[in-house]
């Protein structure tokens, strides 16, 4: 009888336990809900304040939440933080760390940037994104060989991007490897036969 009891008592429990998540549920949803809102107005502050005010530190979404509206309204270094959180939450969830290289650069932190950039491919090596803008980062350096291998896995991927086709191509010719560039320029312009910058390359090898 007092095992009966006891079952008794946990299913009413856990009842209780599964109604509660279902009302704290709802409060969050109206509150990210109202957040959207408030940003659609440009209301940053009140789109946090709707967040705060449900906030969970263990809550993954609420922190990345909070890391973009953060950002948008100019508090480079809270953003910082919630981004950081999130990743901490869930450390293979690329989102976040895209997310920190935003405050990360408004703030002039490279380091934190590369760093989010090297994780990512840890997790994702064929990343367009992240090859991309690793690329750039190492092309503004004047690493021309890293630049041109991250922005040759863009390019296998996508051989219609321009950007990436273009940058892969300066790469190229500023290690002197000019017939390739020649050629990517040449296939640059061909997408888009307006391409100043691919012109002047093409100028800069005859």
């Not at 279902?22 to 209301?43: L, N, R, V, W």
């Not at 630049?147 to 892969?168: H, Q, R, T």
């Not at 490897?177 to 020649?182: I, N, Q, S, T, V």
């Amino acid at each position: 009888m007092e095992t009966v009891r006891k079952t008794l008592l946990l299913l009413v429990f856990s009842c209780m336990a599964c109604i509660t998540n279902g009302q704290d549920s709802k409060t969050i949803i109206m509150a990210f809900g109202e957040s959207y809102a408030f940003e659609a107005d440009a209301s940053y502050k009140d789109a946090i304040g709707s967040l705060k005010a449900v906030y969970d530190p263990a809550s993954y979404h609420i922190n990345l939440r909070l890391g973009w509206l953060h950002y948008i309204s100019g508090d480079f270094t809270g953003s910082a933080a919630y981004y950081q959180r999130a990743i901490e939450l869930k450390p293979y969830a690329i989102e976040a760390r895209f997310g920190l290289t935003y405050p990360a650069s408004s703030l002039g932190n490279y380091a934190m940037v590369k760093e989010q950039y090297i994780k990512i491919l840890e997790v994702d090596p064929l990343n367009t994104v992240a090859n991309y803008y690793f690329g750039l980062m190492h092309y503004e350096t004047g690493d021309f060989e890293m630049a041109a291998i991250l922005f040759g896995k863009v390019v296998n991927l996508y051989p219609y991007d321009e950007a990436s086709l273009l940058m892969y191509a300066w790469s190229k010719f500023r290690l002197g490897k000019l017939r390739e560039a020649e050629v990517l320029f040449n296939t640059v312009l061909m997408i888009d036969p307006e391409n100043e910058s691919a012109a002047e390359g093409l100028d800069l090898i005859k």
